[in-house]
């Protein structure tokens, strides 16, 4: 099993900054791509940012210029550094992983989700 757990999440004023961080755990052999997905109440989930095994990265275009995704691969942990909030970032953030384990399942695994809340 593999387990994903996010946090850094909260109440933050349009402007602001948080940072999310996500920590892989369990029966892990490799990690391949990484990413943060959200959804608002009344919309499907998207994706916000990925980060393959080698540090490529991908973002959507509304976050673009204001969102950094990092990871640390020795630590199996990814980041989502996130400026200059808007309303409209508010949504629950999720935490993905395309993880082999060492049983040698390949799939896609998820946390259980951080709310971020823009609003002054």
């Known amino acids: 099993q593999v387990q994903l757990v996010e946090s850094g999440g909260g109440l933050v004023q349009p402007g602001g900054s948080l940072t999310l961080s996500c920590a892989a755990s369990g029966s892990i052999g490799s990690i391949y791509a990484m990413g943060w997905y959200r959804q608002a109440p009344g919309k499907q989930r998207e994706l916000v940012a990925s980060i393959t095994g080698l540090s490529s990265t991908n973002y959507a275009d509304s976050v673009k210029g204001r969102f950094t995704i990092s990871r640390d691969n020795a630590k199996n942990m990814v980041y989502l550094q996130m400026n200059s909030l808007k309303s409209e970032d508010t949504a629950v953030y999720y935490c993905?992983?395309?993880?082999?384990?060492?049983?040698?399942?390949?799939?896609?695994?998820w946390g259980q989700g951080t709310q971020v809340t823009v609003s002054s």
């Open positions: 993905n992983a395309h993880v082999v384990t060492t049983g040698g399942y390949r799939g896609d695994y």
